[in-house]
């Protein structure tokens, strides 16, 4: 459920009309709805209200500090992959607390500034990380707290791009090789192993992955115990999907039930990492049609929005909706949707029953919440856009757009 709906034929933001908007702030822009993203965090984290848990929303999927702030202010914690990610969580008052610490590669200076914020714990993705961050933490008279990120071996049936739980994937530990380097990290001075972590992949449709990764996860429990390794927390990192097509994920209160089922009464915290399911339908990419030209072979609608500012249709072949911002009623045809960068493989949609708009006009992609203006870059130099958050019948320019200024600023002139 979201708060972008047709009122006599304009689509709204909750109480904004979206053309209003793009006359305003002009295109492509990003507009958030405060009331979903509110409600999609009630929603997910109160389908675990049963256990001890505490969802820390993926920071990746929508960074922007006014969303930080607004689901700060709902209870989150976050789950960061970066020093930038974590100076963002900082700025929007997170309690550090809540936040858990996951990716592959992070550096020495990342460990620290972590350690120094007094996070809840580091997943550990590999024993050379361990290592860093034991030296790192001796150094500072600390005592790390982390969890090893266990690779489960478990097919996600996601996109290859964004599973994460399969043997050949880059992430996580191994489970036979864990269970040593638990012990390893039992004795290492800087290190207080509190956590279990996995994280099979993104925008999963079903649950069985899930529970299948988890059954692997509560065998692997049960042997630290019998070393006598006191586990608290259990992360089950992220991934659960969304509806951008014909897609029917389980609903948060069914993904809740089910894990509930099998946690209950365990004497564990629960940690979620929960970022698409929160954010992705919170936000749409609105663009102007710049021309309109038909080939022999086809009709092209070309927008002012490209790859650079969503570049989930490129680079996974990525479905999202695209509709009018105001209702033409005209007759529909086929056409690519497509922006203004010079590659082929700059498209928002290929082959799109649309109706017939007209240069001038808008559109908005759905769906456009997570991992939209996260992922959006300055390709063909070309500014980033402007990110709204509406709140009933207020607008906050939550990211006003760049300039060209911003372009060249860091530059040698
Ligand atoms: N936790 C970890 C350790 C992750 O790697 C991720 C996502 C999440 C949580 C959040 O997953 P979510 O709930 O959003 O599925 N750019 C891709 C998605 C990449 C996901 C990367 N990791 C896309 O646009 O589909």
Redesign the pocket.
């Known amino acids: 459920m979201h708060h972008f709906e047709y009122k006599n034929g304009d689509l709204h933001a909750e109480d904004v009309r979206v053309g209003d908007l793009a006359r305003e702030y002009g295109t492509p822009l990003y507009v958030y709805s405060a009331a979903t993203l509110r409600r999609h965090f009630q929603a997910f984290d109160s389908a675990f209200s049963e256990l001890d848990r505490l969802t ?1 929303y ?1 920071v ?2 929508n960074s922007n500090l006014s969303v930080l702030r607004l689901l700060a202010a709902e209870g989150a914690g976050m ?1 960061i ?1 970066s020093g930038g990610e974590l100076h963002r969580a900082m700025k929007a008052g997170v309690d550090p607390a809540k936040i858990v610490y ?2 592959v590669g992070k550096r020495a200076h990342e460990i620290r500034e972590a350690l120094e914020a007094g996070i809840l714990m580091f ?1 550990v993705e590999s024993t050379g990380e361990l290592d860093l961050i034991n030296e790192v933490a001796i150094s500072m008279g600390k005592v790390a707290k982390i969890s090893l ?1 266990i690779n489960p071996d478990v097919d996600p049936k996601t ?1 290859p ?2 599973s ?1 739980g399969m043997k050949k994937n880059k ?1 996580g530990l191994d489970m036979v090789s864990s269970l040593k380097t638990y012990e390893r990290a039992r004795d290492m001075e800087g290190i207080e192993p509190v956590g279990i ?1 996995c ?1 099979i ?4 449709t079903t649950i069985e992955p899930f529970l299948e990764a988890l059954d692997k996860v509560l065998v692997f429990y049960e042997k630290l115990g019998n070393m006598g390794i006191d586990i608290k927390f259990l992360d089950l ?5 969304i509806t951008y097509d014909e897609e029917e994920p389980p609903h948060p209160k069914e993904f809740g039930a089910a894990l509930t089922a099998k946690l209950k009464g365990l004497p564990l915290k629960l940690i979620l ?8 339908n919170a936000g749409i990419l609105v663009t102007e049609v710049v021309y309109t030209k038909t080939t022999p072979s086809k009709h092209f609608v070309i927008t002012d929005a490209a790859m650079n500012d969503l ?2 249709p490129s ?2 072949g ?1 479905f999202h909706r695209i509709v009018e911002v105001k209702e033409s009623g005209r007759a529909t045809r086929d056409a690519d949707v497509v922006g203004p960068i010079c590659e082929s493989g700059d498209f928002l949609a290929r082959d799109r029953e649309l109706p017939d708009v007209q240069p001038g006009e808008y559109l908005a992609c759905l769906s456009a919440g ?3 203006f ?2 959006s870059s300055n390709y063909n130099s070309r500014p980033r856009a402007c990110e709204l958050v509406v709140d009933g019948n207020t607008v906050v320019v939550a990211r006003r757009r760049e300039t060209y200024e911003d372009l060249t600023h860091l530059e040698e002139e």
């Open positions: 820390c993926s990746k999927a789950d992959v996951s990716g997943n990120r996109h791009y964004i994460t992430f972590d994280h992949g993104s925008q999963l990192g992220g991934g659960l999907g990492e929960p970022g698409r399911v929160i954010a992705g570049v989930r680079l996974y990525a997570a991992y939209g996260t992922m």
